[in-house]
């Protein structure tokens, strides 16, 4: 049980749903929540991203940055970073993050 309560995000038909242990006692309330975690998809990383640092300020973009997938953290997969972070979705939500990178000439190309 305590692997579905601590695991997540879960959605049932597309929306999230939040779960929480029971307790004697405990009064159920409808919440509003203005923060959700989000697993997002980071393509195209440049190898210098793909570090805890690198992936945390690059997700850090996005939202909150909470932790990495296994295969994102043990670099099994190198086409795409998993990174789950604590989206505000009070705001207006990212479809794409542009990342400039330095040359050597000291201007800045996207990647």
């Known amino acids: ?6 695991g997540g995000p879960w ?8 779960l929480q ?3 004697p006692g405990m009064v159920l309330r409808k919440h509003k929540h203005t923060q ?7 393509r195209h990383l440049p190898v210098e991203f ?3 640092d690198g ?5 850090s973009g996005v939202g909150r940055p909470l932790y990495q997938d296994t295969i994102t953290r043990t670099c099994t997969r190198l086409d795409f970073a998993r ?3 604590m ?23 996207p990647c």
């Open 1 to 6: 049980m305590e692997e579905v309560i601590e």
């Open 11 to 18: 959605l049932f038909q597309g929306q999230p749903i939040v």
């Open 21 to 23: 242990r029971w307790e």
């Open 36 to 42: 959700v975690p989000v697993w997002i998809r980071l």
């Open 50 to 52: 793909w570090t805890d």
């Open 55 to 59: 992936l945390s300020t690059v997700a």
């Open 83 to 85: 990174v789950c972070v």
């Open 87 to 109: 989206l505000d979705i009070s705001s207006t939500l990212l479809k794409h993050l542009i990342i400039m990178m330095p040359k050597e000439d000291g201007n800045e190309v």
